[in-house]
């Protein structure tokens, strides 16, 4: 039972390159989101999708984009890495986007922008 | 708009002692809470939450929390620490998502350390 997998765990960037963090959930759940945690801060909305198809913006979008690729698999893009993006990332899904259901969370992804 | 409010940012008990973890939100409509533990270097494990059955909600690991209206708070209780309960706790409230997928909004986190 895998719940929520995210690949790569680590990564380090040099300023201006791109990558793509990949997200699949084996859950069957219909949304699916990316956060950001960094100290002091809690974790913040980079960007949500509803259910397959579509995507919306969180708090903190800039810098980056996001592809919902099918219904298990939702990705995030870095176009061009800068030392602010320097965070640990997070992607969670939650059987629907009703205000009572529980978000699962992978383990992470580390970034390190240098 | 809503707002979660993590009172203390560290939070230090002796083992075998009560853990208490305050969390102040605010929502304009009646909010799902949830807490939520992230052990070092790991995921974020769900403890419980409210959904606006019973006030006293009961989770993993000996842990509860009561939704108080008139107090806007959802404070996180153990009666006995454990040394496995040492990790970084976030009080999350749900969006007011109107119907959508909006994601959760949380807390900046307490640090609970036990001590032997």
């Known amino acids: 039972n895998a719940g929520v997998t995210q690949t790569p765990k680590f990564q380090v960037l040099k300023t201006g390159q791109s990558m793509t963090l990949q997200c699949a959930q084996d859950?069957?759940?219909?949304?699916m989101y990316w956060y950001r945690q960094d100290p002091g801060m809690g974790l913040r909305l980079i960007y949500y999708?509803?259910?397959?198809?579509?995507?919306d913006k969180g708090e903190v979008p800039n810098g980056y984009n996001v592809s919902r690729l099918n219904k298990r698999e939702f990705s995030l893009r870095l176009e061009s890495a800068a030392p602010s993006q320097t965070s640990v990332y997070f992607c969670?899904?939650?059987?629907?986007?009703?205000?009572?259901?529980?978000?699962?969370f992978g383990q992470g992804t580390r970034l390190t922008v240098v | 708009a809503q707002s979660v409010t993590q009172l203390d940012s560290h939070v230090s008990v002796s083992e075998g002692t009560p853990v208490l973890l305050r969390c102040n939100y605010s929502?304009?409509?009646?909010?799902?809470l949830f807490w939520y533990v992230q052990h070092p270097n790991k995921g974020l494990q769900l403890l419980l939450k409210?959904?606006?059955?019973?006030?006293l909600v009961k989770g993993i690991n000996g842990f509860e929390a009561e939704f108080k209206k008139s107090e806007t708070s959802f404070h996180l209780t153990k009666p006995s620490a454990h040394m496995s309960d040492a990790a970084e706790y976030f009080c999350?409230?749900?969006?007011?998502?109107?119907?959508?997928?909006?994601?959760?909004?949380f807390g900046k986190g307490t640090h609970l350390i036990i001590q032997p």
């Open positions: 969670a899904s939650s059987l629907s986007g009703r205000q009572n259901t529980e978000a699962f």
């Open positions: 859950m069957n759940h219909n949304s």
């Open positions: 999708s509803a259910s397959e198809g579509t995507t």
């Open positions: 929502s304009s409509y009646s909010p799902s």
């Open positions: 409210y959904t606006s059955a019973a006030t």
């Open positions: 999350v409230v749900s969006r007011d998502s109107g119907g959508g997928a909006d994601g959760l909004t």
